[in-house]
């Protein structure tokens, strides 16, 4: 069984600071890893994702994270933080398997709060 | 290219209705997977359909169920609703694979009264 644990249900920093959102998993293959955004009353959308081509992942709007094996962690980083940021994040986790189906295994989220 | 379209975006039940939530696919993707977010559970996997077969099922009682059509769009139901079903449901839909994005619906926010 795979699961995904996200350190710190809420965060803040101030404008400018560096963001960094923490996420460890546990999975018995090796994992595709994603980050998703959700803006309140809003849907999911996809910020990164790790799939074994690079350890180094960039994404949009300024994301990026590091997949590091020995540590099981995915933490998501960006340099300065900016007010459109605010919003909650979710590191998920899906099997590797072949033929696998598209179930992704979601952490609890980190709801991020920018401060003027 | 148009999202993911869930309609309703917003529906009000009575515990003991049932109902039924509709989610059209990006054009092209086979697979849609259905979530259930609540503030207290998160974001838990309903089930996945991929060419009108659910391929996985979540830890869901079976008065949750859902169906994909030829066209790839999908509906679920949810029987004998009860309070602790409200929520925002999203569905996902993705080409095929467990390493291809899946693209989010804004969701239907359902709230049972």
Redesign the interface.
């Known amino acids: 069984a795979q699961s995904v644990t996200q350190l710190g249900s809420h965060v803040s920093v101030s404008e400018g600071a560096l963001v960094l959102l923490r996420c460890n998993y546990s999975s018995s293959v090796p994992p595709?890893l994603?980050w998703?955004v959700q803006y309140p009353?809003?849907?999911?959308?996809?910020l990164l994702?790790y799939?074994s081509a690079a350890t180094l992942v960039k994404g949009i709007n300024g994301f990026e994270a590091e997949f590091k094996k020995s540590e099981t962690s995915f933490h998501l980083t960006k340099p300065s933080a900016h007010m459109s940021d605010a919003a909650e994040y979710?590191c998920?986790v899906?099997?590797?398997?072949g033929g696998?189906?598209?179930?992704?295994?979601?952490?609890?989220?980190t709801q991020l709060t920018v401060l003027p | 290219k148009a999202g993911?379209t869930q309609t309703p975006r917003y529906l009000i039940k009575t515990r003991g209705q049932q109902v039924t939530l509709s989610c059209s696919p990006i054009s092209g993707h086979r697979?849609v997977?259905w979530?259930q977010q609540t503030p207290g559970q998160?974001?838990?996997?309903l089930f996945?359909y991929?060419s009108e077969t659910q391929?996985?099922k979540?830890n869901f009682p079976g008065r949750f169920s859902g169906r994909q059509f030829s066209n790839s769009r999908s509906e679920m139901n949810v029987s004998t609703l009860e309070l602790g079903d409200s929520a925002l449901y999203?569905c996902?839909s993705?080409t095929?694979?467990?390493?291809?994005?899946?693209?989010?619906?804004?969701?239907t926010?359902l709230t049972v009264v």
């Not at chain 2, 998160?42 to 996997?45: C, E, P, S, T, V």
Request: aromatic letters at 18%; glycine letters at 16%.
């Open positions: 595709y994603f998703y009353n809003q849907g999911l959308q996809l994702k799939t979710f998920a899906s099997d590797r398997r696998s189906a598209r179930q992704l295994t979601f952490g609890s989220g | 993911v697979s997977s979530y998160g974001l838990q996997f996945e991929f391929r996985n979540g999203l996902a993705s095929a694979g467990g390493n291809t994005e899946a693209f989010f619906g804004q969701g926010r």
